[in-house]
T-cell receptor, first 111, second 113 residues
Framework: GQQLNQSPQSMFIQEGEDVSMNCTSS?????WLWYKQDPGEGPVLLIA?????ELTSNGRLTAQFGITRKDSFLNISASIPSDVGIYFC???????????FGKGTKLSVIP | NAGVTQTPKFQVLKTGQSMTLQCAQD?????MSWYRQDPGMGLRLIHY???????DQGEVPNGYNVSRSTTEDFPLRLLSAAPSQTSVYFC????????????FGEGSRLTVL
């Protein structure tokens, strides 16, 4: 099956720093998505990307759909304590309903 | 709005027992799915449904059954639980027009002894 390589696996950053994480795939995806999971809860959708090269922002979050359709990245600017959690990338192939998730990036923010 | 509701939130089973995890959504979503989450493994798709009466297998379907008799409900059945099925299970739903834009439940933590 399709696999997504998400990196880094974990990050420890100081409050106020910017964060960058990325996801790569051996397969082409038509849709890239980024989710955040807080402890004890289900993931919540942050950003959805539908076109190669697309750059989309949601507050302090910015995500891009790679030109090759095989990668995506997520940036968080000026991190705050509530950014703590696990961030997942996910990809969807053409005509598919099977969303593939990366293994997640665990973010810790040091006040 | 209740969104996606999963029950139970916690369950302990003995090997060989059967049980059903319930999932209900009130958003009139056509698409529903079940994922399992294990440490370091991300979320893996078990089964999904694009509408009442239609189900299909995901990445890790073995040991699980599903049915979709109504738009709202999508139960996941474990017929003979095994320790390897110890996991956190998430139900998620979306409109077919926005596949991937999933709304998740809060999860059901299952332990099989």
């Amino acid at each position: 099956g399709q696999q997504l390589n998400q990196s880094p696996q974990s990050m420890f950053i100081q409050e106020g720093e910017d964060v960058s994480m990325n996801c790569t795939s051996s397969s082409i995806f038509n849709t890239w998505l980024w989710y955040k999971q807080d402890p004890g809860e289900g993931p919540v959708l942050l950003i959805a990307l539908y076109k190669a090269g697309e750059l989309t922002s949601n507050g302090r979050l910015t995500a891009q759909f790679g030109i090759t359709r095989k990668d995506s990245f997520l940036n968080i600017s000026a991190s705050i304590p509530s950014d703590v959690g696990i961030y997942f990338c996910a990809g969807l192939g053409a005509g598919s309903y099977q969303l593939t998730f990366g293994k997640g990036t665990k973010l810790s923010v040091i006040p | 709005n209740a969104g996606v509701t999963q029950t139970p939130k916690f369950q302990v089973l003995k090997t060989g027992q059967s049980m059903t995890l319930q999932c209900a959504q009130d958003m009139n979503h056509e698409y529903m799915s079940w994922y399992r989450q294990d440490p370091g493994m991300g979320l893996r798709l078990i089964h999904y449904s694009v509408g009442a009466g239609i189900t299909d297998q995901g990445e890790v379907p073995n040991g699980y059954n599903v049915s979709r008799s109504t738009t709202e409900d999508f139960p996941l059945r474990l017929l003979s639980a095994a320790p390897s099925q110890t996991s956190v299970y998430f139900c998620a739903s979306s409109y077919l027009s926005g596949p991937g834009e999933l709304f998740f439940g809060e999860g059901s933590r299952l332990t099989v002894l």
